[in-house]
T-cell receptor, first 117, second 113 residues
């Protein structure tokens, strides 16, 4: 089974621009979560989507948004980029567990490294 | 609110030494706990997980962890480390809010050959 894929892998943008990152989950996985990884703040949860609905949102400004499509693929968007948005953005997918409950076991993609200049 | 603390930021060991990485959490409900590893240049990989049941869980590559509810801890152990275990290790918690993981700050492990 193919793993979680993220595109692009590297991105350089300038302050004030906006950016869209893409994530394709493992086939059959319906939950997609996004995380930001920086040296200073570590790994921080951005949001989670399940069946095209945002279920949870972390403590990030409204410039960070996302969506999920009917095929479970997800995108996240950051508008009006700031220097502090430079980070590795990780996507993780999770399957529906036995008995109809969601598994909390998440599988991570390689990430998109965003540099804002 | 939920939080995870990893008190060892950097650990240096020689091959064959035993490893124990500390992880403490704060959360008032039922917890699901994880250890992830990030090898240099690679993506995060799940080492092991605890959902319920036996508090001693075994993962891949000879790692194990023990959930001690009274101490709010989930320490990672390996009896004999190898050079290939050099990586950054993250403890994480998922509470009742679906798939929202809260991560600890990570521990960088260097194993000297």
């Amino acid at each position: 089974k193919a793993g979680v894929t993220q595109t692009p892998r590297y991105l350089i943008k300038t302050r004030g621009q906006q950016v869209t990152l893409s994530c394709s989950p493992i086939s059959g996985h319906r939950s997609v979560s996004w995380y930001q990884q920086t040296p200073g703040q570590g790994l921080q949860f951005l949001f989670e989507y399940f069946s095209e609905t945002q279920r949870n949102k972390g403590n990030f400004p409204g410039r960070f948004s996302g969506r999920q499509f009917s095929n479970s693929r997800s995108e996240m968007n950051v508008s009006t980029l700031e220097l502090g948005d430079s980070a590795l953005y990780l996507c993780a997918s999770s399957a529906k567990g036995a008995g109809g409950t969601l598994s909390y076991e998440q599988y991570f993609g390689p990430g998109t490294r965003l540099t804002v200049t | 609110a939920q939080s995870v603390s990893q008190h060892n930021h950097h650990v240096i060991l020689s091959e064959a030494a035993s490893l124990e990485l500390g992880c403490n959490y704060s959360y008032g409900g039922t917890v699901n706990l994880f250890w992830y590893v990030q090898y240099p240049g690679q993506h995060l990989q799940l080492l092991l997980k605890y959902f319920s049941g036996d508090p001693l869980v075994k993962g891949i590559k000879g790692f194990e962890a023990e959930f001690i509810k009274s101490k709010f801890s989930f320490n990672l152990r390996k009896p004999s480390v190898q050079w290939s275990d050099t990586a950054e290790y993250f403890c994480a918690l998922a509470g009742n809010a679906g798939n929202m993981l809260t991560f600890g700050g990570g521990t960088r492990l260097m194993v000297k050959p």
